[in-house]
């Protein structure tokens, strides 16, 4: 499972770019400089190698300039030593290596044709260097890894309410895969930061990894998870209301984790997650002789067999939200589709042909719920009832 972020993905296109062409906005995204917090490594706050971490911030305007949206980078994990030594060479593990520049689309963007709610916020991304969504706490002396992602977490709040986040009249804690789990896991912490007066709200954006079983049988991601946990001493950072009746493995997945989360949250998730599919429902270990290589590359290619476990799998996720959709202030939007993290890429946020559910766009759909315009539970019917899917499929398929 080495490299675990990187294999998911790798050579994946949008299956409705590769056949529609662009659709949209054709103007160039907002490009914005990268901010190390140099003050963080006094605190003992640094990437996997050492090095300070890092954010990337754009100021807002108007009717927005007192509200924030921070959010936090994904990028998978790393569970073991060699793992992470290989992460700390990358812009995972290092500020060294991060973009300079990085561009702000989807719910980042800074235009109301493509960001009709939250375009005018600062808006935030936070780099992720740990490899544990933000949870770690720990150091190993041999290889010189420093797994400090809760000081970092905690360092880049301090740093941007120094900034004007901590007069805040609205907030909103989001991020995608990796960094939706951290959205879960902190999303109390950051309403923590605020008075009473401040609407606090959180999104997390394809990060409902369940605890499914592979086509082997087995729980390759609990494995993996379990490494992750106790490698990273992210188990006295995980939530105290989960850590005190299960064991730590369990509470670094979000199905034990929502129903405790006492602000408002919204999950946003594919159904049929391709991340999930390639990583730890059919992955080479659970699936040796390659019965789901054509399949994985290509969702039009799965057996009737493989289509029965995919829907057990939507039909699990339902599942585990069933306690947490109850809340009203709570947020929902489970499309069926192929494909993973709608909310920063602009084709699936906010675009013409941009996915639906009720003829509801994902933009709007968030919009909605956060400022309390709607009551926001959408879960799409089952493949392959939904025809707005950008689905993601292979390159060379």
């Known amino acids: 499972m080495k490299g675990l972020w990187v294999i998911g993905l790798l050579g994946l296109v949008m299956v409705g770019w590769a056949q529609g062409g662009e659709q949209g906005s054709a103007s160039s995204p907002l490009l914005v400089e990268q901010t190390l917090i140099g003050s963080a490594v006094a605190q003992g706050a640094v990437c996997l190698d050492g090095t300070p971490p890092a954010y990337h911030l754009h100021r807002g305007f108007g009717s927005g300039a007192d509200n924030w949206l921070v959010d936090l980078e994904g990028g998978g994990w790393c569970n073991d030593i060699r793992s992470c030594v290989f992460r700390k060479t990358t812009r995972r593990g290092s500020s060294n290596y991060m973009e300079k520049q990085i561009a702000f689309t989807g719910i980042l963007s800074d235009k109301a044709e493509e960001n009709p709610d939250f375009y005018s916020w600062n808006r935030v991304k936070v780099r992720y260097c740990d490899g544990a969504s933000f949870a770690g706490e720990g150091y190993d002396e041999a290889s010189g890894l420093y797994f400090r992602g809760q000081r970092i977490w905690s360092a880049a709040m301090e740093d941007l309410m120094s900034k004007g986040m901590s007069s805040a009249k609205q907030a909103l804690l989001s991020g995608c895969s990796a960094g939706g789990l951290a959205s879960i896991i902190h999303c109390d912490e950051f309403q923590a930061l605020f008075p009473g007066n401040t609407e606090v709200k959180c999104l997390a954006d394809a990060g409902l990894f369940l605890d499914a079983v592979d086509v082997a049988g087995g729980h390759t991601l609990r494995s993996f998870y379990e490494g992750v946990v106790n490698l990273q001493?992210?188990?006295?950072?995980?939530?105290?209301?989960?850590?005190?009746?299960?064991?730590?493995?369990?509470?670094?997945?979000?199905?034990?984790?929502?129903?405790?989360?006492?602000?408002?949250?919204?999950?946003?998730?594919?159904?049929?997650?391709?991340?999930?599919?390639?990583?730890?429902?059919?992955?080479?270990?659970?699936?040796?002789?390659?019965?789901?290589?054509?399949?994985?590359?290509?969702?039009?290619?799965?057996?009737?067999?493989?289509?029965?476990?995919?829907?057990?799998?939507?039909?699990?996720?339902?599942?585990?939200?069933?306690?947490?959709?109850?809340?009203?202030?709570?947020?929902?939007?489970?499309?069926?589709?192929?494909?993973?993290?709608?909310?920063?890429?602009?084709?699936?946020?906010?675009?013409?042909?941009?996915?639906?559910?009720?003829?509801?766009?994902?933009?709007?759909?968030?919009?909605?719920?956060?400022?309390?315009?709607?009551?926001?539970?959408?879960?799409?019917?089952?493949?392959?009832?939904?025809?707005?899917?950008?689905?993601?499929?292979?390159?060379?398929?």
């Not at 789901?292 to 009737?304: Q, T």
């Not at 559910?357 to 956060?370: E, P």
């Open 233 to 397: 001493g992210a188990v006295k950072n995980l939530p105290e209301a989960c850590t005190a009746r299960m064991d730590a493995t369990s509470c670094f997945f979000p199905e034990n984790l929502v129903d405790n989360i006492q602000t408002p949250t919204f999950l946003l998730n594919t159904a049929y997650d391709v991340w999930q599919l390639h990583e730890s429902l059919a992955t080479g270990n659970a699936d040796p002789h390659g019965f789901w290589k054509e399949c994985k590359s290509n969702y039009l290619r799965c057996n009737s067999t493989q289509i029965q476990l995919l829907q057990g799998f939507r039909s699990q996720m339902i599942n585990v939200v069933k306690a947490f959709s109850k809340s009203k202030e709570n947020g929902l939007f489970i499309n069926s589709c192929f494909a993973h993290c709608q909310s920063e890429r602009q084709d699936t946020w906010y675009q013409d042909d941009s996915p639906t559910i009720s003829n509801k766009k994902i933009a709007v759909s968030i919009g909605d719920w956060y400022f309390d315009r709607a009551e926001v539970k959408e879960i799409d019917c089952p493949y392959p009832c939904d025809n707005s899917c950008h689905n993601l499929v292979s390159s060379g398929s």
